[in-house]
């Protein structure tokens, strides 16, 4: 059974740092793209960075681009999301989903439960 | 910038069908765009339910179906139920890499 694990949220203050990590298992998580997609507060669904399974690919929405870095480690079986200049914008839920962009067919197949970040001061 | 619309919300009886779609700001959606549909219950992950235009996920009710209709790709629900009620969205992906997420519609079943 395929499940992503999503660490690391919590309070932080504008301009501050956070590191969120997402611990997959059930798969041969090295053979997959992965994504990280946030929701503010009730507010919809917005994509965020994806990565190539290998790494060598990386995707940034223009929101986070040069602020977030996206990155993994297949021996660890583990996605990152690095956040630095996190605005109050950025509060969100943020899940951690696994991509499959095999030719002829690009989605979000599973996802995880998700961690809350809070920029507030 | 891309922006995917849907519509706000929605509303079905019980029973009944419903059709959600999800287009382009500016242009058609096509099976390029590998369509895909997702649906949320407050407090709860997202759910795949349809993947590259109309490719049920397991597990998901054969009365969710997807297609595309006119200029626009489509979630239609048949024989709608009162736990269909939920938020549905729809993403496309772009030839950039990067995916679009439409702004949900609200599907309320009374």
């Known amino acids: 059974e395929v499940q992503l694990l999503e660490s690391g949220g919590g309070l932080v203050q504008p301009g501050g740092s956070l590191r969120l990590s997402c611990a997959a298992s059930?798969?041969?998580?090295?053979?997959?793209?992965m994504s990280w997609v946030r929701q503010a507060p009730g507010k919809g669904l917005e994509w965020v960075s994806s990565?190539?399974?290998?790494?060598?690919?990386?995707y940034h929405a223009d929101s986070v681009k040069g602020r977030f870095t996206i990155s993994r480690d297949n021996s660890k079986n583990t996605l990152y999301l690095q956040m630095n200049s996190l605005r109050a914008e950025d509060t969100a839920v943020y899940y951690c989903?696994?991509?499959?962009?095999?030719?002829?067919?690009?989605?979000?197949?599973?996802w995880g439960q998700g961690t809350l970040v809070i920029v507030s001061s | 910038q891309t922006v995917v619309t849907q519509e706000p919300s929605f509303s079905v009886s019980p029973g009944g069908t419903v059709t959600l779609t999800c287009g382009l700001s500016?242009?058609?959606?096509?099976?390029?765009?590998?369509p895909s549909w997702y649906q949320q219950t407050p407090g709860q992950a997202p759910r795949t339910l349809i993947y590259?235009?109309?490719t049920r996920s397991s597990g998901v009710p054969d009365r969710f179906s997807g297609s595309i209709l006119g200029n626009k790709a489509a979630l239609t629900i048949t024989g709608a139920q009162a736990d269909d009620e939920s938020d549905y969205y729809c993403?496309?992906?772009?030839?950039?890499?990067?995916?679009?997420f439409g702004g949900g519609t609200k599907l309320t079943v009374l």
């Open positions: 990565i190539s399974g290998n790494g060598g690919t990386t």
């Open positions: 059930g798969f041969t998580f090295s053979s997959y793209a």
């Open positions: 993403v496309l992906y772009m030839t950039t890499g990067i995916s679009v």
């Open positions: 989903a696994k991509r499959i962009t095999a030719t002829g067919t690009k989605y979000f197949d599973c």
């Open positions: 500016s242009g058609s959606v096509s099976t390029s765009y590998y």
């Open positions: 590259s235009t109309n």
